[in-house]
């Protein structure tokens, strides 16, 4: 019998919490107007399957689904990255629609 064993994975990149949200800070300074952290990490309740959730509002007239290459420095850390980018009036719209955002 075989028995294959997974490295334990270190979900924000060999870097503590306070770290990588330091780099973030740092690699979207002047590029944005807000920045939320949200999911596990920012609960800081992340696991080895954890992946980092980002939403970032500029304004841009970039496509939805093309603003993340904007950020090519972030989408480069050694991260799982969700990274979601909306303009101010997007984001007004999401949280006028959902419960979820808050």
Do not use: C, H
Not at 22 to 36: G, H, P, S, V, W
Not at 53 to 58: H, K, M, S, Y
């Amino acid at each position: 019998m075989s028995v294959i064993v997974f490295p334990k994975r270190n979900p924000l990149g060999g870097m503590n919490r306070e770290e990588l949200i330091e780099k973030i800070r740092f690699l979207i300074q002047d590029k944005t107007i807000k920045a939320y952290l949200f999911g596990s990490v920012a609960r800081n309740t992340q696991n080895a399957y954890s992946d980092v959730d980002l939403i970032l509002i500029l304004d841009t007239e970039v496509p939805f689904l093309n603003r993340p290459e904007l950020f090519p420095e972030l989408l480069a850390l050694p991260v799982e990255l969700n990274l979601f980018v909306y303009t101010p009036q997007e984001w007004e719209k999401a949280r006028d629609q959902s419960d979820l955002v808050t």
